[in-house]
């Protein structure tokens, strides 16, 4: 056969004209659905994927991952976790910008936390939440514009925890692997609750040997929430109730007619704070754990943890209180419990609970004073029932507004971040300062801030998170006090509490406890505000140390 006549049959020329178009159509036919088929697959495994990927991920970076309801992750960039955080997350983005783009040495630091709250029990409020990203913004901002910074910039990092702080190790992971490169991570601020989620992120994340990045959290007292990594920015439990005792030991507060509620819900701060109460009042107040038999502690179930039971019924507790004619509480819960406890104590007001020479006196401590409790209606009842609220506190921010140039308890920085608060945010209420949050997540950005500027003075190297964490440790308390952070809420600085210890004598197991030292702790009164005229207490200065003006 020659070559002419293969190629006219595999040409199909020797059929009919009219049968030979027909087969080729048909071959055509066939030939382009497989290419479509093929097509059309390629296209849906890209749509899947693509699916996929916005199915668990919230943001095009994928630095936010999808976890529930919940957009986990680190970012630069403003996210809408809540339209209530737009304003203050996009000057921080804006400001992340500036920094990035002027010629300083940039470093980043990460606030790890909540970032929404929707559900009963969750961490933080939305108020607490937007109040903590402002004060870190008014840290940036002065850090990144002011002259005793040795000419370094902030990035703020958004590390969403989660409600419940439990998505800790998908932050920690990430923020380990920012330790490098451009903008690196020297830090993290933030931290707001005393339980284990807190301690494990930095036990098992951030604290980690091969990772060493240091933890300041801004309002963190329980003393059980300690670590070489872990420092904190608030006094310490025991120091906000040992102010609380020199001060009713002062105002000679009845001792004999006393009483304990405690939150009984699993949750290391109020377990701590009740511990405290029984160590430093139990003997002297009558209120031993062994005497509950006797009706003189009364447990309640706190608004945080176990959703099982009535939450924040004090009904019992008010008829014991009744029956025993109380005149001196110790309230072992947290700020949310407050609240309804006055609404109890009102409503079932068979007693009469104070007078004008002797008031019903709730002793308790706080971060703050809180706006919702002080307002006017609460004032009604705590006045009609002869009530005075006496408040241990990180931040008094009503005295200190207040207060005058003579006012030696006000901290000397307190003005100026209260100036530029209110020009930033002047949209917030009058009393948006008085939760305390704004003034200590700004205290905890500004001890990262004084340490990365006093490393940059030191070396020509860039900084990294082993600088700061040496530097934030070097704390030398004296009336000069080199080195000291200046806070709104008080000139403080850190110490290890391992130094001078006789490990000769057997105490190998000593906490390093990373707390505040020459951290001003004011005691406040409510509805009637005393003025206390005694020496303002400073954490550890009974201890041998020398504190400057606060």
């Known amino acids: ?122 961490a933080m409020s939305k ?31 958004f590390a969403n925890v989660g409600e419940d702080l439990t998505q800790w190790k998908t932050v920690t992971d990430e923020l380990a692997a920012r330790r490098k490169g451009e903008a690196p991570l020297v830090a993290a601020i933030g931290f707001p609750n005393s ?34 990594y872990l420092f904190k920015v608030s006094p310490s439990t025991d120091d906000l109730v040992d102010a609380l005792k020199r001060y009713v030991t002062e105002e000679e507060v009845n ?61 019992h507790a008010v008829d014991a209180m009744c029956a025993l004619r109380v005149k001196t509480v110790f309230l072992a819960g947290r700020d949310a419990d407050l609240l309804p406890f006055l609404e109890t104590l009102d409503y079932r007001s068979p007693c009469e609970w104070g007078t004008d020479e002797e008031p019903l006196r709730i002793l308790r401590v706080s971060t703050g004073r809180d706006p919702v409790t002080e307002k006017t209606r609460m004032r009604r009842i705590a006045e009609r029932n002869h009530i005075e609220i006496v408040t241990a506190a990180a931040v008094d921010a009503p005295r200190w507004s207040a207060g005058s140039g003579g006012d030696e308890q006000v901290p000397r920085f307190f003005d100026d971040f209260a100036a530029s608060y209110g020009r930033n945010f002047a949209k917030e209420d009058t009393d948006a300062l008085n939760d305390g949050y704004a003034v200590m997540y700004h205290d905890a950005l500004t001890a990262v801030g004084t340490a990365v500027a006093a490393v940059r003075t030191d ?21 000069r006090c080199v080195g000291c952070v200046p806070g709104a809420s008080g000139v403080f600085t850190f110490v290890d509490e391992n130094i001078g210890l006789d490990k000769a004598a057997g105490n190998e197991e000593a906490m390093v406890g990373r707390w505040p030292v020459c951290k001003p702790v004011p005691v406040v009164t409510f509805p009637k505000e005393r003025q206390d005229t005694s020496p303002l207490y400073r954490t550890y200065q009974g201890r041998g140390e020398i504190c400057p003006s606060p």
């Open 195 to 228: 339980d284990t989620a807190t301690l494990e992120s930095v036990q098992k994340g951030l604290g980690r040997e091969r990772v060493r990045i240091p933890a300041v959290s801004a309002v963190l007292s329980s003393r059980e929430m300690e670590h070489a």
């Open 127 to 157: 108020e607490l939440i937007r109040h903590s990203l402002q004060g870190a913004y008014v840290a940036q901002y002065r850090h990144n514009h002011g002259a005793a910074t040795d000419g370094t910039a902030v990035q703020l990092l």
């Open 255 to 315: 001792r004999k007619d006393t009483f304990m509620i405690a939150d009984e819900q699993k949750d290391n701060y109020v377990e701590n704070l009740r511990r405290v109460f029984l160590e430093e009042f139990g003997e002297e107040y009558g209120i031993r754990a062994d005497n509950a038999v006797a009706g003189r502690i009364a447990l309640y179930r706190g608004s945080k943890g176990s959703d099982q039971g009535d939450p924040q019924d004090f009904r």
């Open 1 to 122: 056969m020659s070559r002419t006549d293969r190629s006219d049959r595999r040409n199909w020329v020797w059929l009919p004209s009219r049968l030979r178009f027909r087969v080729l159509g048909l071959i055509d036919v066939v030939a382009l659905w497989v290419v479509v088929s093929a097509l059309v697959g390629a296209g849906a495994w890209w749509g899947l994927d693509a699916y996929r990927d916005s199915r668990d991920y919230c943001t095009e970076n994928q630095e936010l991952r999808r976890m529930g309801d919940e957009c986990i992750g680190v970012t630069a960039e403003a996210y809408a976790f809540d339209p209530d955080l737009a304003d203050v997350m996009g000057r921080i983005e804006d400001e992340n910008k500036a920094a990035r783009k002027s010629a300083k040495p940039v470093v980043s630091v990460a606030v790890m936390m909540p970032y929404t709250s929707t559900t009963p029990g969750a």
């Open 459 to 479: 070396k020509n190297n860039p900084v990294d998170h082993d600088d700061v964490y040496d530097a934030l440790r070097r704390g030398s308390p004296s009336a």
